[in-house]
């Protein structure tokens, strides 16, 4: 029975993260601002308000609760992943990259961080390792809408522009 106990900060940082999913930002904040109050060097709840102030626009403070999630946790996999995304949404696909491949050295079948990855490879022109990538995600995450939307581009890149329908028509279908 004890094990099934939670701190406060713990019990903060669960109805952080179901309010994220709710997607009800000002409850996912409260909540994880809450957690850092008790326990100021939580990665889950940097991580967690990090991901509220990127929703919010809040890009450089966001990056910055990412460094402090991951000087806290080197090894926390989810902060890497939304350091990714926090770069990638601020155009910075270089640093971008390099927190997608850290994430997938942490947690190899990560199909955000995959998909992630094939996209910028995509972008960049490598369309060798961006289907690998793409692959990856999608093996784990089948209907994984960027990793399908990186081999269209790819595809587009190569000419064929039927195969590049075909992979989205299907994902567009749901």
Not at 22 to 29: P, Q, Y
Not at 118 to 135: C, E, F, Y
Request: glycine residues 6%; proline residues 4%.
């Amino acid at each position: 029975m004890l094990g099934l106990m939670t701190t406060p900060a713990q019990h903060h940082a669960d109805l952080g993260w179901q309010a994220l999913l709710a997607d009800d930002n000002a409850a996912a904040e409260r909540h994880f601002r809450a957690t850092l109050t008790l326990a100021p060097a939580d990665p889950e709840a940097l991580t967690g308000l990090a991901q509220v102030l990127r929703r919010q626009g809040h890009l450089r403070d966001a990056v910055l609760l990412c460094d402090a999630a991951i000087r806290a946790a080197p090894d926390y996999a989810h902060a890497w992943l939304e350091r990714a995304f926090v770069l990638a949404s601020g155009g910075s696909m270089r640093l971008a990259r390099e927190c997608y491949e850290r994430t997938i050295a942490l947690d190899p079948d990560n199909a955000q961080a995959h998909a992630g990855l094939a996209s910028i490879l995509a972008r960049d022109g490598d369309s060798t390792a961006g289907r690998v990538h793409a692959a990856a995600a999608l093996t784990v995450d089948p209907g994984n809408v960027i990793a399908t939307g990186a081999l269209a581009t790819m595809e587009l890149e190569a000419g064929n522009a039927k195969a590049a329908r075909d992979l989205v028509v299907p994902v567009l279908a749901h």
